[in-house]
């Protein structure tokens, strides 16, 4: 029985005629490659992957692209700190200082000089890298966790959980961070392994949020209670329907907490709260150098640099990360 | 509703059992949503009354239409019955047994024999999961078929609703939209269930496409004996496919009967009002005719009217009656269910279009 509105005279014929047309296929579209498609021993129609089409946008973001190159030499550098440094980031060099005990500037020795102690400072920056990057992105793969699950677990149990969870990050972020930190790595003897904790302690908030948020959106969508119908567990819903679309705002907001949390490193090493001597990083070399900012600003200038330019290419990348998975929000 | 907590009534009590095999049955179902107020002490100022004591039959194989306007409570009504709702009172059972006694585990397998066509097929489907994941799902939930026999089963069940079975690997956005509401289709066919809730599943297709669908959905129907619940608020789509319609306005039941005497002889004066809407596609005929127009809006669900809750939009209102009792759904004439005051089983008010287009008593 086909479907004819009542009274209509004209569409009937048609409605007859495409009737006709659907015991045999469906679609319009794809009527007229019917035969080839159908077949049982043509081939399965493959896709292009979702990741590849991310990729393909990213890839037309010039900044987005420059940025992932500083992090991906950043990242060789920081591995390869052992083999490629060209001395000792701890030795103390006697050549390293002038006769009146001052750091030297460039030489073919010292590519960048040295420091207040005579060290070269192109070898302290390469294995200051390594600290920056493994505290940025453990300490925020911490973060990350705990605001996944807090955010997850809010967002879609809803309830007492929620109202728990989310008053507990509001409580967090009316905290001063800083003192936070400061208070809880002078209490804790600092290592790096407490900084890591402390800063992925203090910084699970803002990730909560954002997660919380998607899933409560995510949560009232059709195909959540088509999951529901269909007799998936919670568990599954929450893994195989709601996770993977939680994939583009993870990623967009780990790359832009990196930036953060690497400056956050910055300023706890430059008060003397960070990794402690003689291992070097960033904020304790600007911080050991700042009273000879007028006779040797190299001292402050390079490990100034070497944060800035990685702040900015884990920014610029999360940018570009987030334009390339939302292409409807793009501001360009 | 005064009867919401009390046990599961008795069986002749129902609306309908007693014609003959009911696959499911509704009784006296109450979907309110708390509008509260607080922040940390959160506490109910209020309540949307979405479904505010709905009780009907669906008889196995049949399609029973239900219409009304947006905003009335028909899709809340499907959503509860299926559980997605949890309903604050009232009874679901499918056959015989009641659903709101079930959670977890056994709520999860009697879902297998209910199934919903939802309305959006661009927000139904996960987007990110392949065909073959999102019809293969239930199958691997339900643990039907073994690793090997899934796959083929997901080509059969794609192949019955006619998507190219070649085409399990895609993901959703590289289908239309009629294309999608097929997978959907494929999705609740799945489980093999007996009772399927239609959520306006053409409302959001594009008109060429509707007549495919519809037609799918009644193949379907005869193939494999399917029961529908059809929710729509396109009349004329209601009265092709159903075999029963029951009318909601605001939160309740207000006619149900067999598709021809309703469509025929409706005589709750909000049916006929409804009725006299459907634009007829002959001009000639479209002049003549004239669209009862009711007056005022439909009251909020937050603070429904006393009474009949028509009662304020109703030309045969008949003060002292109807906006003090509220009418009991009551079956007229055999197999016609209304829920009106004013209605006997000899006489019922006829509506027709005033002066000025505004319902009127016709003399």
Known sequence: MSYVPPHDPFAADEFAARERAIDVVVDESMASQAGVLWSPDAAIIEHKGTWQEVWERFRKDKFAVMGLV???????????????????????????????????????????????????????????????????????????????????????????????????????????????????????????????????????????????????????????????????????????????????????????????????????????????????SWGQMIADGQNYYLSAPHLVIYPGLCIMLTVLAFNLVGDGLRDAFDPQQRRR | ????????????????????????????????????????????????????????????????????????????TGKAILHLEKPTGGHVLYEGADLAHLSGRALRRQRRRMQMIFQDPYASLNSRMTIADIVGEPLLVHKLYPRGGRNQRVRELL????????????????????????????RALAVEPNFIVCDEPISALDVSIRAQIINLLQRLQGEFGLTYLFIAHDLSVVRHISDRIAVMYLGRIVELAENAVLYGAPMHPYTQALLSAVPIPDPEVEEKRRAVVLRGDVPSPADPPPGCHFHTRCPVMEEG??????????EVRPGHWASCHLVADTSYPHIRAGEDDCAEVEA
């Open chain 2, 321 to 330: 009656l109807c906006d003090v009792e509220v009418p009991r759904l009551r």
């Open chain 1, 70 to 280: 500083v992090i991906a030499i950043l990242v060789f550098v920081a591995i390869t700190a052992p083999w490629i440094a060209p001395h000792d980031p701890t030795a103390q060099y006697d050549d390293g200082l002038t006769m009146q005990g001052m750091p030297v500037g460039s030489s073919s020795k010292f590519l960048l000089g040295t420091d207040t102690l005579g060290r070269d400072l192109l070898s302290r920056l390469m294995y200051g890298a390594r600290v920056s990057l493994v505290i940025g992105i453990m300490a925020n793969g911490l973060a990350l966790i705990l605001g996944v699950i807090f955010g997850l677990t809010a967002g879609f149990f809803r309830g007492s959980t929620e109202t728990a969870v989310m008053r507990a990050t509001d409580v967090m972020m009316a905290f001063p961070i800083y003192l936070l930190a400061v208070a809880l790595v002078s209490v804790l003897k600092p290592s790096l392994w407490i900084l890591i904790f402390v800063i992925g302690f203090v910084y699970w908030t803002p990730m909560t949020r954002v997660i919380h948020g998607e899933v409560l959106s995510i949560r009232e969508k059709e195909f959540v209670a088509a999951a529901r119908l269909t007799g998936c567990s919670n568990g599954r819903i929450l893994y195989r329907h709601i996770l993977p679309h939680l994939v583009a705002p993870i990623i967009v907001y780990t790359s832009l907490g990196i930036a953060t949390t690497v400056l956050f490193e910055a300023t706890l090493s430059y008060i003397g709260l960070g990794v402690q001597p003689p291992t070097p």
């Open chain 2, 1 to 76: 509703m005064s009867t919401a907590s009390a046990a599961v009534p008795d069986a002749t009590d129902t609306v309908g059992l007693a014609n003959g095999d009911n696959l499911v049955t509704i009784d006296d179902l109450v979907v309110h949503f708390p509008i509260t107020s607080g922040i940390v002490f959160r506490h109910k100022i209020g309540a949307v009354r979405a479904v505010d004591g709905v009780s009907f039959t669906v008889k196995r194989g049949e399609t029973l239409g239900l219409v009304g306007e947006s905003g009335c409570g028909k899709s809340t």
């Open chain 2, 159 to 186: 192949e019955l609703v006619g998507i190219n079975p070649n085409t399990l690997n895609r993901y959703p956005h590289e289908f239309s939209g009629g294309q999608r509401q097929r997978i959907g289709v494929a």
